[in-house]
């Protein structure tokens, strides 16, 4: 499914809530998909079962998944919808790499450029004004 960095200061669970993270938002993983189950993914990846569970309360914590007892774990279907909180944070993080990038000479253009690409790669952006 993906690949961990276990030499990555970034703890395992974190590295593996921003993947499943990605997925999620690329739409490999589509609303109501089960993820593989603790046990599953935890053979898969060779890691401890206590490290895709903490994942796992994580991602639902923030709303990307839910789970059913004795069924599993499923992408939700909210994640869709604009968490203001969230948004705001993200964008303040943003003018704060954007900042950074600028200041170490990356122009405009590049960046409009690297917007450009990012949004196509999404399949023509999303809008959500």
Do not use: C, H, W
């Not at 999620?24 to 046990?39: A, E, F, G, T, Y």
């Not at 639902?60 to 939700?76: D, H, P």
């Not at 790499?97 to 122009?107: D, H, I, K, N």
């Amino acid at each position: 499914m993906f690949d961990l960095d276990v030499r990555s200061r970034k703890p395992i669970y974190e590295q593996l809530v921003e993947k499943l993270k990605e997925l999620i938002m690329n739409d490999v993983l589509k609303v109501d998909d089960q993820l593989p189950s603790v046990r599953t993914l935890a053979q898969q990846l060779t890691i401890n079962p206590n490290t895709i569970q903490k994942a796992y309360r994580e991602l639902e914590t923030q709303g990307y998944i839910y789970s059913l007892k004795g069924k599993g774990s499923f992408v939700n279907a909210t994640v869709k919808s604009v968490n203001i909180e969230k948004l705001e944070k993200v964008k303040k993080e943003l003018v704060r790499l954007l900042t950074e990038a600028m200041y170490l000479g990356v122009s405009s253009q590049e960046l409009e450029r690297l917007i450009a690409d990012i949004e196509s790669s999404l399949g023509g952006g999303r809008s959500n004004d």
